[in-house]
């Protein structure tokens, strides 16, 4: 089952350092039918609620039939998120994140997290569902109690943060700001840890781990993408730098990592994914970091594609784009299997559930 989130938002226009821009009305007018203006771009989607709000579609992945809808008047939503059970759906949205039963036609969340300020930018579980972390344009990082809805934790960027993933190792959380930094924060000794500033100013959109725990991978508002290994250092890791390389020409709005470890996607506001080969190969010590193969460019969108998600099987790649279509892509073809069209608004985040162990 596939979920793609939609929204009618107005875009606060930043510059690529994350610096706030002067927007025209005719760019809020466009961007008001779910339509990204195409330039100049927000580092993710930095929205204000309207009064027709957003909504999920729940699609059955192969027919392509819309199976149920979740409105969502009060509130855009920016990110979506299945728990490790399959069971539950997290929906990030403006100041909070709305749990819902994924099996069930109740339309009314479970529950709701609230204690965020603004705009909700990443959302993630814990591998037992026992809490959950997420990010926010308020510059905090924040632990939740998932039985309670209660905050545990706080951290603080000082900035907008725009994304955040959990280590598989349990006890680190990475995360990403505007101000062009990326922390790990260590659980245990509940601080952070390690601060990496890939490029001076340059807002970092979104990062991503693989399952292994292995890499490390960002991409940032030049186009940008950095990885590193990281290195287990007792009960911690260390990241080290791997490669660096340009990606995309425009703003890179998702990263993603695949369950087997082999694939890397970018979304972009170029109208493009990216697939990327990963090679895990070490450096010798005098050896020049060498970018990623591009491996394929899927180019059938309109405008930005925003997020993206893999098969269990790492064979397929939903994309989702303010084109208002979410696309299925099948990786060996390059080509589109299925497309989803019945979105009224832009297509802007995506969680695929296709009923398999493997993540």
């Known amino acids: 089952m596939l979920m793609v989130g939609n929204s009618s938002y107005s875009p606060v226009t930043t510059t690529r350092s994350g610096k706030k821009a002067d927007c025209s009305s005719s760019l809020s007018e466009t961007a008001a039918d779910g339509v990204?203006?195409?330039?100049?771009?927000?580092?993710?989607?930095?929205?204000?609620?309207?009064?027709?709000?957003?909504?999920?579609?729940?699609?059955?992945?192969?027919?392509?039939?819309?199976s149920r809808t979740i409105q969502h008047p009060?509130?855009?939503?920016?990110?979506?998120?299945?728990?490790?059970?399959?069971?539950?759906l997290a929906a990030a949205g403006h100041h909070t994140?709305?749990?819902?039963d994924i099996k069930s036609t109740n339309p009314n969340p479970l529950l709701v997290f609230e204690g965020h300020t603004t705009n909700v930018t990443g959302v993630a579980f814990h591998c037992e569902g026992k809490w959950m972390v997420t990010s926010s344009e308020d510059g905090?990082?924040?632990?939740?109690?998932?039985?309670?809805a209660m905050i545990q934790r706080s951290y603080s960027h000082g900035c907008p943060v725009n994304d955040v993933v959990i280590h598989p190792n349990q006890g680190e959380i990475i995360s990403c700001d505007r101000g062009g930094?990326?922390?790990?924060?260590?659980?245990?000794?509940?601080?952070?840890?390690?601060?990496?500033?890939?490029?001076?100013?340059?807002?970092?959109?979104?990062?991503?781990?693989?399952i292994e725990g292995y890499l490390l991978c960002a991409a940032n508002n030049n186009g940008n993408v950095f990885i590193w290994q990281m290195l287990p250092m007792y009960e911690r890791t260390k990241p080290v730098p791997i490669t660096q390389f340009n990606a995309h020409k425009e703003f890179i709005t998702r990263i993603l990592l695949s369950p087997d470890?082999?694939?890397?996607?970018?979304?972009?506001a170029d109208h493009t994914a990216k697939i990327w080969e990963v090679d895990t190969t070490p450096l010798a010590p005098d050896e020049t970091p060498k970018p990623l193969v591009l491996?394929?460019?899927?180019?059938?969108?309109?405008?930005?594609?925003?997020?993206?998600?893999?098969?269990?099987?790492?064979?397929?790649?939903?994309?989702?784009?303010?084109?208002?279509?979410?696309?299925?892509w099948e990786l060996h073809s390059q080509q589109v299997i299925r497309q989803y069209n019945g979105h009224h608004r832009g297509a802007v985040c995506v969680a695929l559930n296709d009923y398999s162990d493997t993540r």
């Open 36 to 66: 990204l203006p195409d330039t100049p771009p927000p580092p993710r989607p930095n929205w204000s609620p309207e009064a027709d709000g957003g909504a999920d579609r729940f699609w059955e992945a192969l027919s392509g039939i819309c």
């Open 74 to 88: 009060d509130s855009q939503v920016n990110r979506l998120c299945i728990s490790p059970d399959k069971r539950f």
């Open 97 to 100: 994140v709305k749990l819902f």
């Open 140 to 148: 905090t990082v924040k632990i939740w109690d998932t039985r309670t």
């Open 181 to 210: 930094s990326i922390r790990v924060w260590d659980l245990s000794e509940n601080n952070c840890t390690h601060e990496l500033i890939p490029e001076e100013d340059v807002s970092v959109a979104c990062v991503t781990m693989g």
């Open 261 to 268: 470890g082999k694939r890397l996607a970018t979304c972009s």
């Open 295 to 328: 491996n394929a460019t899927l180019s059938q969108h309109q405008r930005w594609v925003w997020d993206c998600a893999f098969s269990a099987d790492s064979a397929y790649l939903v994309t989702a784009s303010s084109d208002h279509y979410a696309r299925l």
